[in-house]
């Protein structure tokens, strides 16, 4: 069984700043790459960023390019998200989710594992 566990959520002002951490545990399994996705109520799930996970080259979407950055740490399986500058429109439930095989890192359907998710609210 994999778990994928976040943390680090919570309630922000906006311009504040936020690190969203996700442990993988359970048994081995191969990690092609981690990603964070968000979701709003109403709306699909969208892809926020991700990183590969061998060599460590990222992705972002464009509305978190210059203000959020995705990390890991190989030995802890661990990947973290930090946000900078949060924004009202950054309010979702942060999603961390792992790509066992090789292939697009922007879509939800490619990824095989979950967390439960990590609330962010960015409200004054």
């Known amino acids: 069984q994999v778990q994928l566990v976040e943390s680090g959520g919570g309630l922000v002002q906006p311009g504040g700043s936020l690190r969203l951490s996700c442990v993988a545990s359970g048994r081995t399994f191969n990690k092609n790459a981690m990603a964070w996705f968000r979701q709003t109520p109403g709306k699909e799930r969208e892809f926020v960023a991700a990183?590969?996970?061998?060599?460590?080259?990222?992705y972002y979407e464009d509305f978190v390019k210059g203000r959020f950055t995705i990390s890991r740490d190989n030995a802890e399986n661990t990947v973290y998200l930090q946000m900078n500058s949060l924004q009202p429109e950054d309010t979702a439930l942060y999603y961390c989710?792992?790509?066992?095989?090789?292939?697009?890192?922007?879509?939800?359907?490619?990824?095989?594992?979950w967390g439960q998710g990590t609330q962010v609210t960015v409200s004054s």
């Open positions: 990183i590969n996970w061998a060599i460590g080259t990222t």
């Open positions: 989710a792992a790509q066992t095989r090789g292939g697009s890192v922007w879509f939800p359907d490619l990824y095989d594992y």
